[in-house]
């Protein structure tokens, strides 16, 4: 008996939903010749509810826990009847081999290309293939038939069931929560475990302090350059380079804009132009992404062709050699800058309103200009949260990723040249991840390499701004 | 002497009238930085969405030509008893070629004819195939097809025809042809309902998102599941019953850690534990929607919580002295009136879901996919990722679609966001 899992999740449900019913009847028939249900210890619908959560939770444990791990168990086993000398090898070359083998008992390969030495692991592959597809089912079966028949026993009018229900309700949300902290680790194990694999093949020192990034394998091993080089400068240079360009564009714009928001503009004005900066925020960034593709970088292109031919005519040798790149890193940069306005506005927004009103009304005590309250007073007091405000948006803008990848180009150069093409941490984990790729060369784990760097780098400057934040908050309050 | 002190005065008076007005205009400089600040992100929303719009409204309409074909019973071999194997068995490539050689006389050299044929879409011949099968009457009629144009003849109809621009890769030969045709009336716009009808392609002129908005429906349904849940159990937990000790701070942490967790980095997850370790299958909207789950929790979980702290004391008060458990309070009372805000919450989340794309190109959402998906366990794609495949495309006529997707993202986003809005004015309580 085998069945696709989305129906037996059904079938769980259905069975759930009758385990409650009938744990309702129970109860109420055990009420009926004591009086009423006033007469049980709790109300019926929590005998109830005990009865489907007894049906509940311990089939969907089992559906969960064996979808999960069948596939491991049963490589382990299929792995004990490899011949011996496959069994030594190194696990990723052992992984390689049981993919051949899973293939084979699709019927993707034949022994010939395989060996006949393997047809007792795809044998048994296949017999354990079915057994689990069997059992399961049946097993699941039993389980809820267990499982309602135990919660249908303990109703009784003595026994409280609100208290059971309670606690797994409390044990249900603090599982959730904890949910959070299972993903944090799940972060940190995969790119950390990946990156001690590419530290094995790329000394550490040579990918945090090299120069060269070319993350091609050779082909041969004779090629030039048959290790690829894993220098991870040119892609931070180049996504400082973006992320500047960016903040110079955000940080004047969002905070004069917060400031003009909050102590100029009359309120209509604010209920209208507040909520249209903040489209900006909503817009997706592969939107950004193609605009900055498509319209900024090919308009920043023609101005700099416009601009060396002005520049020919008019005898002025650097204008003459202006040398523009189609994905220039002037243009990325200039669309996450827009793109981090109400982000950087927002921000800033908070921190200006927080200072108190106090501080303004004893500057104008003393005569001073609205401006020069904003600028003596207002701003160094907000200053703390500002530069917080500015930390989380360079955090944002170097960890951007769709912008960059549609329009900075994959070249990494080691250049200041807001004109030429470069490349960032970001396009390179994706341009090395997307497609096919097998788990073990160094080009893929170098993805992972560049996503724990990234995640510190991220995390440091979160870390730094929340403390910023957090410090200035305590001086008010 | 008196005369002197006048002058001082006077001269006093003169420097405080000039550092008065200094202080003016630096004021009066001051408000018009913001002003331009303002002005500044206002152009940007307005360029943006300008800009989109107008590269992408043509892929609204189609161009169709209208043509007399004749389906020639000795051409093709078919009559119309003909039984679907037989049809199936009729190359009707070489049958449109010969009708399109029949009525152009004039493309005599092998260019010209590959360039004739190339001013219809290379689907027609299957398009012509499957109109005979559901219709074999039509064998040893001529009738009036509406043929649909290749994406270089569409592109040369909307924007360069009448005007004598070099718009389009149609060949000065091509263009006498559809110029012929246009003045005839037999080339005409139609809405384009493919474009929601049909999935993706090489050809940009049968090219649609269906396939792209089913997966995206999908992925945000598996993450609408699992993150609101969670999310809700988890505001609830925080807010209602944790104790306050190192372990329920390590909890918050962990959500503002993820709250500020590049998305990108949320890819590598979903590949190195769901696919790589738990050996689920690569670009199934299954895998991204547990990614988007995670990245989506902390809006949900941080707006959720924030709408359970508005319910006052008080009602927690009320119904514990009613003698309801903890536990009832939550449900009966705490949850129901902090449900808007969740909601509100939940609603803008999915909109950071929908228009995400760099976690689910690493998950491998970013194939080449014809099928629309008809569950979450097969292989799809997403809208924003479909957004970038075309974008990445050669073709002129692709930009033109890729806008036209974005204008239907970004139409989804806006009534999710407006939803939002609305259903905080209409159903949140103010204490």
Same mark, same amino acid.
């Given at each position: 008996?085998?069945?696709?899992?989305?129906?037996?999740?059904?079938?769980?449900?259905?069975?759930?939903?009758?385990?409650?019913?009938?744990?309702?009847?129970?109860?109420?028939?055990?009420?009926?010749?004591?009086?009423?249900?006033?007469?049980?210890?709790?109300?019926?619908?929590?005998?109830?509810?005990?009865?489907?959560?007894?049906?509940?939770?311990?089939?969907?444990?089992?559906?969960?826990?064996?979808?999960?791990?069948?596939?491991?168990?049963?490589?382990?086993?299929?792995?004990?009847?490899?011949?011996?000398?496959?069994?030594?090898?190194?696990?990723?070359?052992?992984?390689?081999?049981?993919?051949?083998?899973?293939?084979?008992?699709?019927?993707?390969?034949?022994?010939?290309?395989?060996?006949?030495?393997?047809?007792?692991?795809?044998?048994?592959?296949?017999?354990?293939?079915?057994?689990?597809?069997?059992?399961?089912?049946?097993?699941?079966?039993?389980?809820?038939?267990?499982?309602?028949?135990?919660?249908?026993?303990?109703?009784?009018?003595?026994?409280?069931?609100?208290?059971?229900?309670?606690?797994?309700?409390?044990?249900?949300?603090?599982?959730?929560?904890?949910?959070?902290?299972?993903?944090?680790?799940?972060?940190?194990?995969?790119?950390?475990?990946?990156?001690?694999?590419?530290?094995?093949?790329?000394?550490?020192?040579?990918?945090?302090?090299?120069?060269?990034?070319?993350?091609?394998?050779?082909?041969?091993?004779?090629?030039?350059?048959?290790?690829?080089?894993?220098?991870?400068?040119?892609?931070?240079?180049?996504?400082?380079?973006?992320?500047?360009?960016?903040?110079?564009?955000?940080?004047?714009?969002?905070?004069?804009?917060?400031?003009?928001?909050?102590?100029?503009?009359?309120?209509?004005?604010?209920?209208?132009?507040?909520?249209?900066?903040?489209?900006?925020?909503?817009?997706?960034?592969?939107?950004?992404?193609?605009?900055?593709?498509?319209?900024?970088?090919?308009?920043?292109?023609?101005?700099?062709?416009?601009?060396?031919?002005?520049?020919?005519?008019?005898?002025?040798?650097?204008?003459?050699?202006?040398?523009?790149?189609?994905?220039?890193?002037?243009?990325?940069?200039?669309?996450?800058?827009?793109?981090?306005?109400?982000?950087?506005?927002?921000?800033?927004?908070?921190?200006?309103?927080?200072?108190?009103?106090?501080?303004?009304?004893?500057?104008?005590?003393?005569?001073?200009?609205?401006?020069?309250?904003?600028?003596?007073?207002?701003?160094?007091?907000?200053?703390?949260?500002?530069?917080?405000?500015?930390?989380?948006?360079?955090?944002?803008?170097?960890?951007?990723?769709?912008?960059?990848?549609?329009?900075?180009?994959?070249?990494?150069?080691?250049?200041?040249?807001?004109?030429?093409?470069?490349?960032?941490?970001?396009?390179?984990?994706?341009?090395?991840?997307?497609?096919?790729?097998?788990?073990?060369?160094?080009?893929?784990?170098?993805?992972?390499?560049?996503?724990?760097?990234?995640?510190?780098?991220?995390?440091?400057?979160?870390?730094?701004?929340?403390?910023?934040?957090?410090?200035?908050?305590?001086?008010?309050? | 002497?008196?005369?002197?002190?006048?002058?001082?005065?006077?001269?006093?008076?003169?420097?405080?009238?000039?550092?008065?007005?200094?202080?003016?205009?630096?004021?009066?400089?001051?408000?018009?930085?913001?002003?331009?600040?303002?002005?500044?992100?206002?152009?940007?929303?307005?360029?943006?969405?300008?800009?989109?719009?107008?590269?992408?409204?043509?892929?609204?309409?189609?161009?169709?030509?209208?043509?007399?074909?004749?389906?020639?019973?000795?051409?093709?071999?078919?009559?119309?008893?003909?039984?679907?194997?037989?049809?199936?068995?009729?190359?009707?490539?070489?049958?449109?070629?010969?009708?399109?050689?029949?009525?152009?006389?004039?493309?005599?050299?092998?260019?010209?004819?590959?360039?004739?044929?190339?001013?219809?879409?290379?689907?027609?011949?299957?398009?012509?195939?499957?109109?005979?099968?559901?219709?074999?009457?039509?064998?040893?009629?001529?009738?009036?097809?509406?043929?649909?144009?290749?994406?270089?003849?569409?592109?040369?109809?909307?924007?360069?025809?009448?005007?004598?621009?070099?718009?389009?890769?149609?060949?000065?030969?091509?263009?006498?042809?559809?110029?012929?045709?246009?003045?005839?009336?037999?080339?005409?716009?139609?809405?384009?309902?493919?474009?929601?009808?049909?999935?993706?392609?090489?050809?940009?002129?049968?090219?649609?998102?269906? #396939?792209?908005?089913? =997966?995206?429906?999908?992925? !945000?349904?598996? %993450?609408?599941? $699992?993150?609101?849940?969670?999310? +809700? *159990?988890?505001?609830?937990?925080?807010?209602?019953?944790?104790?306050?000790?190192?372990?329920?701070?390590?909890?918050?942490?962990?959500?503002?850690?993820?709250?500020?967790?590049?998305?990108?980095?949320?890819?590598?997850?979903?590949?190195?534990?769901?696919?790589?370790?738990?050996?689920?299958?690569?670009?199934?909207?299954?895998?991204?929607?547990?990614?988007?789950?995670?990245?989506?929790?902390?809006?949900?979980?941080?707006?959720?919580?924030?709408?359970?702290?508005?319910?006052?004391?008080?009602?927690?008060?009320?119904?514990?002295?009613?003698?309801?458990?903890?536990?009832?309070?939550?449900?009966?009372?705490?949850?129901?009136?902090?449900?808007?805000?969740?909601?509100? #919450?939940?609603?803008? =989340?999915?909109?950071?879901? !929908?228009?995400? %794309?760099?976690? $689910?190109?690493?998950?491998?959402? +970013? *194939?080449?996919?014809?099928?629309?998906?008809?569950?979450?366990?097969?292989?799809?794609?997403?809208?924003?990722?479909?957004?970038?495949?075309?974008?990445?495309?050669?073709?002129?006529?692709?930009?033109?679609?890729?806008?036209?997707?974005?204008?239907?993202?970004?139409?989804?986003?806006?009534?999710?966001?407006?939803?939002?809005?609305?259903?905080?004015?209409?159903?949140?309580?103010?204490?």
């Amino acid at each position: 008996m085998t069945m696709p899992i989305t129906n037996l999740l059904l079938i769980i449900l259905i069975a759930t939903a009758a385990a409650y019913f009938l744990g309702r009847t129970r109860a109420q028939q055990i009420a009926k010749p004591l009086g009423g249900v006033r007469h049980l210890a709790t109300l019926p619908n929590y005998y109830a509810s005990m009865v489907g959560l007894w049906a509940f939770i311990p089939a969907i444990l089992l559906v969960v826990c064996w979808s999960l791990f069948d596939g491991l168990i049963i490589d382990s086993l299929v792995k004990s009847v490899l011949p011996q000398e496959v069994k030594s090898l190194p696990s990723q070359e052992l992984g390689l081999i049981l993919n051949q083998v899973s293939n084979a008992a699709l019927g993707l390969t034949n022994f010939e290309t395989l060996g006949e030495e393997y047809r007792p692991a795809v044998n048994r592959l296949l017999s354990l293939n079915s057994i689990s597809e069997r059992s399961m089912p049946v097993l699941v079966l039993v389980v809820l038939a267990l499982g309602s028949l135990i919660g249908f026993r303990t109703v009784s009018a003595t026994h409280n069931a609100r208290y059971s229900v309670e606690r797994i309700f409390n044990i249900g949300l603090f599982v959730c929560s904890s949910i959070a902290i299972f993903a944090t680790l799940g972060i940190i194990l995969s790119v950390v475990f990946e990156s001690l694999r590419f530290f094995e093949m790329v000394p550490f020192f040579d990918f945090l302090f090299g120069t060269h990034w070319s993350p091609q394998i050779a082909i041969r091993a004779d090629q030039a350059g048959a290790t690829g080089s894993f220098g991870v400068i040119p892609l931070i240079a180049g996504t400082l380079l973006i992320s500047s360009i960016a903040l110079s564009i955000a940080v004047p714009v969002g905070l004069m804009s917060a400031i003009y928001l909050s102590e100029y503009a009359s309120r209509r004005v604010r209920g209208i132009v507040k909520p249209i900066l903040e489209i900006l925020a909503g817009v997706p960034t592969v939107v950004y992404g193609f605009f900055a593709a498509l319209t900024i970088a090919p308009a920043i292109r023609t101005y700099g062709d416009r601009a060396r031919g002005w520049g020919a005519e008019n005898g002025i040798d650097w204008l003459a050699n202006l040398a523009v790149s189609s994905e220039s890193a002037l243009a990325a940069g200039i669309v996450m800058g827009v793109m981090i306005i109400p982000f950087v506005s927002s921000l800033s927004d908070d921190v200006i309103n927080a200072v108190p009103q106090s501080l303004r009304d004893g500057s104008y005590g003393l005569g001073s200009t609205q401006s020069e309250t904003i600028k003596k007073v207002i701003f160094p007091a907000a200053l703390p949260g500002i530069v917080g405000a500015v930390l989380l948006a360079a955090s944002r803008a170097i960890g951007e990723t769709m912008i960059v990848v549609m329009a900075a180009g994959l070249a990494a150069n080691l250049t200041i040249n807001p004109l030429e093409a470069v490349t960032t941490v970001t396009v390179q984990i994706v341009t090395l991840l997307v497609g096919d790729q097998e788990f073990d060369s160094a080009k893929t784990l170098a993805a992972f390499a560049l996503g724990l760097f990234l995640f510190v780098i991220t995390l440091v400057l979160n870390v730094i701004a929340l403390k910023v934040v957090k410090k200035y908050r305590e001086e008010y309050e | 002497m008196k005369n002197m002190s006048d002058q001082i005065e006077s001269g006093l008076a003169e420097r405080r009238a000039l550092h008065l007005q200094k202080r003016r205009s630096a004021e009066a400089r001051f408000k018009w930085y913001g002003r331009i600040a303002v002005s500044f992100g206002m152009v940007c929303v307005l360029f943006l969405f300008t800009d989109i719009i107008s590269k992408g409204a043509g892929a609204f309409t189609q161009t169709y030509i209208n043509m007399d074909i004749t389906f020639d019973e000795q051409v093709l071999g078919l009559n119309r008893f003909s039984t679907l194997e037989e049809i199936k068995a009729v190359s009707f490539g070489s049958f449109f070629k010969k009708q399109l050689r029949a009525k152009y006389p004039q493309a005599t050299s092998r260019k010209q004819k590959s360039q004739l044929y190339a001013i219809f879409s290379s689907d027609m011949p299957l398009i012509l195939r499957n109109m005979v099968i559901a219709k074999p009457a039509l064998m040893g009629t001529t009738s009036s097809v509406s043929l649909i144009a290749d994406d270089d003849t569409d592109v040369y109809y909307k924007h360069g025809y009448g005007a004598d621009s070099n718009i389009g890769r149609l060949s000065q030969f091509q263009k006498s042809i559809v110029n012929a045709l246009a003045s005839e009336g037999r080339v005409e716009k139609r809405f384009n309902a493919m474009f929601f009808t049909s999935s993706d392609s090489r050809e940009p002129e049968l090219a649609g998102i269906k #396939g792209a908005l089913v =997966g995206s429906l999908l992925t !945000l349904m598996v %993450t609408l599941l $699992l993150s609101f849940p969670i999310a +809700v *159990a988890t505001a609830i937990y925080l807010e209602e019953f944790a104790p306050s000790n190192k372990f329920t701070d390590f909890i918050e942490v962990n959500i503002n850690n993820l709250a500020a967790v590049p998305s990108v980095i949320f890819g590598l997850l979903g590949l190195a534990v769901f696919i790589n370790f738990f050996g689920l299958p690569r670009s199934v909207p299954l895998v991204g929607g547990f990614v988007l789950t995670l990245m989506t929790l902390p809006t949900i979980i941080i707006s959720s919580r924030a709408s359970i702290k508005a319910v006052p004391p008080s009602i927690r008060e009320a119904a514990m002295g009613m003698g309801a458990s903890k536990v009832q309070t939550v449900l009966h009372h705490v949850l129901p009136l902090a449900m808007p805000g969740m909601l509100t #919450g939940t609603i803008i =989340g999915m909109a950071q879901a !929908l228009g995400e %794309t760099a976690p $689910l190109l690493m998950i491998g959402m +970013v *194939a080449f996919i014809v099928d629309v998906p008809a569950g979450v366990g097969d292989s799809a794609t997403v809208l924003p990722v479909q957004i970038f495949l075309w974008s990445d495309s050669p073709e002129r006529a692709f930009v033109e679609k890729t806008s036209a997707a974005i204008m239907v993202l970004l139409a989804f986003l806006i009534f999710m966001n407006s939803a939002a809005v609305w259903l905080r004015k209409k159903l949140e309580r103010r204490w």
